[in-house]
C-alpha cells in the first residue's frame, strides 16, 4: 500500500465518526421536529429556589399522581400522553411500559423507591426525558425576575409547550401565562406580578405549639405542631405542589390546617409550602414547615434557658408572624406554659427564694 492509499484511508477512518454522529443528530432534529407538540400547566419545582441564573426551575403539573398507577410490581412504569380534541394539552394517565404503546407519547417514569433504597441513584447523566423531575427554560435576563414572581404566585397559570423523541431527547417551545404567549402577556399586562395592596394580604400572629425544643449554640431549634403531621400524603394530589392552608380555628390562637394545590387559595388565611423532599438534592435554604426551626437567641438567654430545657417537660409555644402571601414567616416570643419565657423564669427564680422570717430579716 502506497503512502498515498494510507492517507486517503486515514482520511476516510477519521470521516467515518463524524459521519455517523451526523447522522444521528439529523435523525434526532427530525424526530423531534415530527414529533407532538404539548402544552402542559407547570408549577414550581421548588417555590423556594425557583430562578437559576437565567433559567426558570419548574415542575410539570399532570394533574395525576404516577404513584398512583396501574403498573404491577416489577414492572416499568410509562406516563402516556393521549390527545384531547381540540387542545394540545395531553390526557394523562400512568400505564405499564408494555401497556403504553398505543400513547400518543410515552414517557418513562423512573423508579422512585428503588431510589430512596439506595440501589440506585435517580439521577440521569443521558439525554432521557425524566417526567417527574426538575426542568429548566431558559428566560432573558429583563425578564428573569417577573416571570420568577409570577410563577410562585398564586393568581397566575404558567404552561409550556415542549416535544419529545423517541430517543428520549426533549425541547421546549414557548411559554405561556394564562394561555398567552409570555412576551405578549407582559406587554400587555407590565404591572402583572407586583404586589397586591396590603389590605388584601392581612399580617397574622399564630400561636403555636413547638416540640423537640433543643439548644444549638445560640439558636433554639424546635420543630412546629401542627396538629397532625404535614406530608405530602394528605394532599390532593401528591404530585403537584402542594401547600399547607392555615384557617382560623374558633377559640384557639392555633390555626386550623388543611391541605390543598399550590395555586388552590379557598378560604386560606396563608398558605406555607410543602417541598418535595424526595425530588429536592440541593441545599435547603428555605422554609420548610415540617423541618426543624431556629429561633436566634443571645449568649446570656441561651444560658438562662438550658436550664429549664433539661428540667422537667413544659409547654412550650412560639408566636409565628405570617403576611399572607405565603412567604416564609417570622417568630416572635417564646412562651413556657403560656408565660412569656423570660417571666416564667423570673417568677419560678422568686418563688425559690427563700421566705423571709424574722430570724433572718435585717434589722
Known sequence: MTRQHRLKLAAVMLLLPLLALGGIILKNERDIASAKTWRVKITGYDPRDLLYGHYLSFRFDW????????????????????????????????????????????????????CLNGAQSCAKNDASFDPEGAQRYFVPEAAAAQLNTLLASRRYNLSVDFKVAPSGEHVFGDLYIDDVEWRDYLRANPGA???????????????????????????????????????????????????????????????????????????????????????????????????PQKYPM????????????????????????????????????LYIDGVEWRDWRRRHMESRKPKATPGNVKK
Open 63 to 114: 394533574s395525576i399522581s404516577p404513584e398512583q398507577g396501574v403498573c404491577a410490581a416489577g414492572e416499568s412504569c410509562c406516563l402516556c400522553l393521549d390527545a384531547r380534541r381540540e387542545s394540545t394539552t395531553p390526557l394523562t394517565s400512568v400505564k405499564s411500559c408494555a401497556a403504553a404503546t398505543h400513547c400518543a407519547t410515552a414517557l418513562s417514569l423512573p423508579n422512585r423507591a428503588t
Open 193 to 291: 406580578g407586583e404586589a397586591e395592596p396590603a389590605q388584601s394580604h392581612p399580617e397574622r400572629t399564630w400561636r403555636m405549639k413547638i416540640s423537640d425544643a433543643r439548644l444549638y449554640g445560640d439558636y433554639l431549634v424546635f420543630e412546629l405542631n401542627w396538629g397532625t403531621p404535614p406530608t405530602r400524603r394528605a394532599c390532593p394530589d401528591a404530585n403537584s405542589c402542594c401547600a399547607l392552608c392555615l384557617t382560623e380555628r374558633a377559640g384557639s390562637s392555633q390555626p386550623g390546617v388543611q391541605y390543598g394545590n399550590c395555586g388552590a387559595r379557598d378560604q386560606c388565611l396563608e398558605t406555607l409550602i410543602l417541598p418535595n423532599t424526595d425530588r429536592l438534592n440541593h441545599a435547603d435554604r428555605g422554609f420548610d414547615p415540617n423541618g
Open 298 to 333: 443571645s449568649t446570656e438567654e441561651a444560658e438562662q434557658l438550658a436550664p429549664i430545657l433539661s428540667g422537667p417537660a413544659k409547654d412550650f409555644s412560639v408566636d409565628v408572624l405570617t403576611r399572607g402571601w405565603g412567604g416564609a414567616p417570622e417568630f416572635g416570643d
